[in-house]
């Protein structure tokens, strides 16, 4: 983490220049989800698939503008309608000397919302009415006021992502990661990032720590109670097991390097749901009938660590993946019985079933959303042709990814030509924005933290 001076609370040594972008991944969650949140391990893998975030200079200089186009949202507020005042009891600024001038409250504040702050806020998100914005735009407040000062001028944010958002892929921590490391820039608490595509990061930095720990509170603005996996893999990018551990014990986050390469179908059933809903929903459960849900929180328990070792197995053998896939089976009957499953990943599995093209379950939160399935080996191109044509024929749509892509990455954009090129805002489609600014497609325009 880079030392902001005092006053301005810029950092004078690799200042950010605007515009820039920022992008962090989606995921895939293999086995875990919902019980991640109840302090079981999961394991889950970056996506090829995207959020994109370009910060510019607002028109109006005391402007903060939210253009936010996939969830149809835009918002504007004045610099001098955040609540300064009470952000700044409770704001962390390292003070010239590289210590922490609060760090009481930053220890707090890496691992709880402060709902002093929460209240504050809440009047400059009163006319906002559906949820899915709310959510949105309460994350952003609540970093901005955290990360940022009043002295800085207007900045403008622009998302766009590659992934569904809402649909089980981790949408919500990769728009948290860009937000916290977008802010984290311009408030001079980070460099840009320096590492390219291939180099390998010995040991997690200072700034993508610092990163991580503002983005897990951004998650929680969006969905109450995250486990901190998502936003995990949106950060560092990779594989990982990931268990949270009981409050004020950091999580254990274990990379695995040698990720073996599944051969994943991911489909969207397209049917919208919260993820705040859903983890409510097995909350509720979990209260409601601690030793019933405790037993199946147990055996997804059991079944994550099976899927572990064998997937760290040096060879990841026909022995193996016939294993996986049994895991992967009763993983998603788990999930059923938790009331996370929808008639249409019913439906999903279904049709794999029948195709016997391989073992499916659910991913990410459920209730519609994505589910994905292990593929068999053995498969012809003209059966997954076939496998796809009738997913589609059924509403659904089809994905094609990679596994243990990179995490947080920086763009910038300057030359005066870039800054139309690469407007997210104009870019048609998921295809148009991967062949413009895609990491996949322009690794060399990016830098990694
Ligand atoms: N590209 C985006 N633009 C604006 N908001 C987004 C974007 N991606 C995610 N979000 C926010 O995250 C929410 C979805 O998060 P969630 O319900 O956890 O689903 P998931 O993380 O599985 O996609 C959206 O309702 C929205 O508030
Ligand atoms: C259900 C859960 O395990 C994963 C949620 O993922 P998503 O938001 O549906 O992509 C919640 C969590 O771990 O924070
Ligand atoms: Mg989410």
Known sequence: MTVPDPKTNQNQNNKVQVPFLVSAPGKVIIFGEHSAVHGKPAIAAALSLRTYLSVSKSESPDTVSLIFPDINFSKQWKVSDFPWEAAAKYQVIPSNDGKLNNSAAFSKSSDELVPELVSALAEMLVTIDDPTHYSAAYAFV????????????????????????????????????????????????IAPASLSINELVATDSPDSDFIHSWSFLAEKCIHGNPSGIDNAVACYGGAVMFQRMKSSVPSVRTAMRNFPPLKLLLTNTKQPRRTADLVAKVSALVSDFPKSSGVIMDAIDYITREGYKLMIRPFFDNEAKSRFRELIRMNHGLLVSLGVSHPTLERVKLCCDELEIGDTKLTGAGGGGCAITLLRDELSESTMKNAEARLVSEGFETFETTLGGKGVGYCPLDK????????????????EIESTVGVGANPNFWSFW
């Open 142 to 189: 609540y970093l901005y006021v955290n990360i940022c000062n009043s002295k800085m001028p207007g900045y403008t944010f622009t998302a766009r992502s590659t992934l569904p958002v809402g649909a089980g892929l981790g949408s919500s921590a990769s728009l948290a990661v860009c937000l916290a490391s977008s802010l984290a820039l311009i408030g001079g608490h």
């Open 416 to 431: 005066a030509a870039d800054v139309d090129k690469f407007d997210l805002f104009r870019l048609e489609d998921r295809e």
